[in-house]
């Protein structure tokens, strides 16, 4: 396509992103945080907006922020301005993309607005790096490069790395970010190293939405169980990660999400010592639990977690569907 006919098409399609209610806006410009041609879950997208804020729920609306969240995504798809990649088995959005033209358009406008800066072009005057509140990295050589820099990032909301260098978690501790709410590490699934996570990740004071996927072999550090305003766990991994048990301490957390790929056995799951621990702890905010193994789950698990919507068993057993069945209706968010 020349260069013409795609500023042309820039130009048509700037005004379907005009035409975006105000608040829908930023939520617009969050796919061009991603990757071109990435296909990002609706769960990711619509926790993230919760989690900047991006979503309000107005006094007097009993509406939850997840189902507005969803709202908007419906609307951004119905308007054409994102693609359906999958949908759920009861019809809702599972994942979608975006079209390289609007992908580039997202990332134009966030440049202009400074919603969020790519590694390519986040390097310049200290003054205006010090500056940045979203940053988003693509490329391994050019995040390397911005990190050994050293550059003040005190004022860093949002951090996305998708990187094939482990290394990111090195980078990564040499840094306080006090005021980042929402971290992102994607590596790929064929990556197979050990990494240390860093135990700073227990200073992110600010944190709300954190996932790590890929093949990452390591162990989330006890002082995570700090941050009282962590709101999102995802751990998608092929590696082995370890979670600490402290984890079920947090009364804000909404969703923890551990997806197993591998064949680990009953004496290896990383995530095996905090199952027993949950079930002494007073009712909480949790609404999201996925994957938890068999094993593991207890009929009384459902009544501690009396804000539960979405519950995912791996390996489910005739027995635990058979307790589940006792349920009248099953909730349609329950997942084996």
């Keep these: 396509m020349g260069h013409k006919v795609q500023a042309g098409c820039a130009k048509v399609l700037a005004l379907s992103y005009n035409d975006l209610p105000i608040a829908s806006m930023p939520c617009f410009l969050y796919f061009g945080l991603y990757p071109e041609d990435h296909e990002i879950r609706a769960f990711d997208l619509t926790n993230m907006w919760i989690a900047e804020k991006l979503i309000v729920v107005n006094s007097g609306n009993r509406r939850e922020a997840e189902d507005l969240a969803e709202d908007v995504l419906n609307d951004l798809v119905s308007r054409n301005l994102i693609q359906l990649a999958k949908r759920t088995y009861n019809g809702r959005i599972s994942s979608c993309r975006i079209h390289d033209l609007l992908h580039s358009l997202c990332v134009d406008l966030a440049k202009e607005s400074n919603f969020f800066h790519t590694a390519h072009d986040a390097f310049g005057d200290p003054g205006n790096v010090a500056r940045l509140r979203r940053i988003t990295f693509y490329s391994d050589n050019v995040m390397d490069e911005f990190f050994r820099s050293n550059p003040k990032l005190e004022k860093l909301r949002v951090l996305f790395c998708f990187t094939k260098n482990p290394s990111i978690f090195s980078h990564l501790a040499h840094f306080d970010f006090k005021l980042l709410h929402t971290l992102v590490v994607v590596v790929p699934r064929y990556l197979k190293e050990n990494v240390t996570i860093p135990s700073k990740f227990g ?99 459902l009544h501690r977690l009396i804000n539960l919507r979405k519950l995912g068993i791996r390996g489910v057993s005739d027995s635990t569907v058979k307790i589940l069945s006792t349920f009248s209706p099953v909730p349609k968010a329950w997942r084996f």
């Design 203 to 301: 200073n992110m004071t600010c944190l709300r939405y954190l996932r790590l996927e890929g093949d990452i072999f390591g162990k989330l550090p006890n002082s995570i169980v700090k941050l009282t305003r962590l709101e999102t766990i995802d751990i998608d991994r092929y590696g082995f990660i370890q979670l600490p048990s402290g984890v079920w301490e947090s009364k804000q957390l909404r969703h923890l999400c551990y997806t197993d790929y591998g064949q680990a056995s009953n004496n290896c799951f990383s995530i095996s010592p905090f199952y027993p621990n949950m079930y002494s702890l007073l009712p909480n905010n949790l609404q999201t639990l996925m994957w938890i193994p068999d094993k593991f789950f207890e009929p009384r698990l």
